[in-house]
């Protein structure tokens, strides 16, 4: 079930990266920890997002937001900070295109981080990622080319039981002079709830280790 739920595309939040100086914010695309995949959301599923950024030496941060599968192979989406640091900034917008390549491969196009206030959420985020499946595990790999920041990415995810699945991810920031390491993991609690959790250690001298815990809600809105 819980792989079945990872291929529509619910799948973690990178904002890990945020407290690293790669964004302010930006909307949550499917991926893994702190990278985008070829992974989308079904078509005419939505998915409600609840969660938050905390680490030992900061203010917690919550959010919300959505992502919706509007045809097939599409997806786009919405965040916003609804308390603590940020809260001011407004919404965050995300789409991106997937492609088939072949049974056990994609690629996927999208642009994640897009709002009209770049002075508190930085630049948009533009990416290509590819994902070959190798039934053991999902490998994945992009480019970003984000304004100063352009950025490699990988990543792979591993079921260690129908219901759990393991997560790594590593990209990076400063326009390549640092990265993220990230490791976390993706639960099935319900066919329709799922939680995520994840920390994320950058490679900055004094930069703080940070942590994600998010729950999403999965709601079919199309036809049987």
């Not at 900061?58 to 959505?66: D, E, I, K, L, V």
């Not at 480019?143 to 920041?149: E, G, K, L, T």
């Not at 639960?187 to 994840?198: A, D, H």
Request: charged share 15%; aromatic share 10%; with cysteine.
């Amino acid at each position: 079930m819980l792989r079945a739920m990872s291929a529509l595309g619910i799948l973690l939040f990178g904002f890990g990266l945020t407290a690293c100086g790669l964004s302010r914010a930006w909307a949550t695309p499917s991926g893994l920890n702190n990278i985008p995949t070829a992974d989308v959301v079904g078509e005419k599923e939505l998915v409600l997002q609840a969660f938050s950024e905390f680490g030992s030496e900061r203010q917690p941060a919550w959010f919300a937001g959505f992502k919706y599968g509007p045809a097939e192979n599409w997806e786009v989406g919405l965040d916003d900070i609804i308390a603590g640091p940020g809260s001011a900034g407004g919404p965050t917008l995300q789409a991106k295109y997937r492609t088939a390549l072949g049974n056990r491969s994609a690629m996927a196009f999208g642009a994640a981080n897009i709002s009209s206030d770049r002075s508190r959420h930085g630049d948009v985020f533009p990416y290509a990622a590819v994902c070959g499946d190798l039934s053991a595990l999902r490998l994945h790999a992009g480019r970003s080319w984000q304004a100063d920041n352009h950025a490699w990415f990988i990543g792979l995810d591993t079921p260690m039981t129908s219901d759990i699945t393991l997560r790594a991810d590593w990209i990076q920031i400063q326009d390549g002079e640092e990265s993220v390491t990230s490791l976390g993991f993706i639960r099935t609690i319900s066919p329709r709830w799922l939680m995520e959790g994840w920390v994320s250690f950058p490679s900055g001298e004094g930069a703080e280790t940070s942590s994600i815990l998010k729950l999403d809600f999965v709601m079919p809105l199309g036809g049987p």
